[in-house]
């Protein structure tokens, strides 16, 4: 039978998308999986009642004390009514860096400044897609991430050519990023139980100089536009974007469907087009 933690009583909002979890033999595995090190810079988004932000503190605390490193975590926090619980369960554990929030209002570079960051968080399921491109955008910055998604958006991100659930996200994110679904999380491990199945994902940005990617904005619109129309053929799905001509210079079927591609050949496409400018 699994353990829960006991957390501090918090009405969950429905309109933050709050769904906190509880489940300790979860938590520890995140933990495991995450394993913090003295002197990293680890940043939290979204903590809630602090989860998986106590075991985090504690287990950075146990590094000290044993190598006598310094070790930081932050946690990024918009619900104004968690702070004072945040505050509350870790002043006598170690010091806890609490950002008043949006994070996507938040220069992630920023508080890279001391060491680069390992973002980790049970991320609002209603914006977890714009979460990760923020933090794409910051990915020079930032050495992994783990982050608790629905499922369905693992399977999205790790989801490789010829699969159903294949698309904009996958290419997106595979792009920049090696990544790697960890584990499955059910509905009971959280406190209210969400409608859907869970995962974590690793996700670890590629060196900038290995991505490849001439120009990011022309990149990002071909994806868009490949997959706007996932049955239409790219001859036709890319009419106006680029010719035939483009699309059998990279290797690619012109009277194929996106879902075919690999990310490779999106990269080259998307060059052969920005070249030719």
């Known amino acids: 039978m699994s353990t829960m933690v006991d957390l501090p009583h918090h009405s969950t909002k429905k309109s933050l998308g ?7 033999g979860v938590i520890e595995r995140i933990v495991r999986a995450i394993d913090p090190r003295p002197e990293q810079n680890l940043v939290e988004i979204g903590p809630g009642q602090g989860a998986l932000t106590i075991p985090l503190l504690k287990r950075l605390k146990a590094l000290v004390a044993d190598t006598g490193s310094a070790a930081q975590l932050s946690v990024i926090e918009f619900d104004r009514d968690l702070i004072a619980g945040l505050d509350q369960l870790s002043s006598n554990i170690a010091p806890l860096h609490i950002i008043h929030a949006d994070v996507l209002a938040v220069d992630l570079s920023a508080l890279a400044a001391r060491a680069p ?6 991320l609002p399921y209603n914006i977890s897609s714009p979460i990760l491109f923020h933090a794409l955008d910051h990915a020079a910055h930032i050495t992994d991430m783990h982050f608790m998604l629905q499922k369905e958006v693992v399977d999205r991100i790790v989801a490789t050519p010829g699969s159903k659930v294949y698309g904009r996200l996958s290419v997106m994110l ?15 491990a959280f406190r209210p139980p969400p409608k859907v199945d869970s995962a974590v994902v ?4 590629r060196p900038q100089d290995a991505v490849g990617i001439n120009d990011a904005a022309c990149f990002e619109r071909v994806v868009k536009t490949a997959f706007g129309q ?4 790219l001859r036709n799905a890319l009419d106006g974007t680029c010719t035939p001509a483009h699309l059998q210079a ?26 030719e400018r």
């Not at 960051?117 to 049970?122: A, D, I």
């Not at 595979?174 to 009971?188: F, N, T």
């Not at 690793?202 to 940005?205: D, K, M, Q």
């Not at 996932?230 to 053929?233: A, G, Q, S, V």
């Open 18 to 24: 709050q769904h906190f979890l509880h489940e300790a």
């Open 117 to 122: 960051l390992r973002l980790v968080g049970n």
């Open 174 to 188: 595979q792009a920049r990023a090696e990544v790697c679904s960890l584990l499955r999380v059910a509905p009971g």
């Open 202 to 205: 690793r996700i670890v940005p």
């Open 230 to 233: 996932r049955r239409k053929t």
């Open 250 to 275: 990279v290797g690619i079927d012109p009277s194929d469907r996106a879902e075919r591609i690999d990310v490779a050949r999106f990269i080259a496409l998307a060059n052969r087009i920005s070249d």
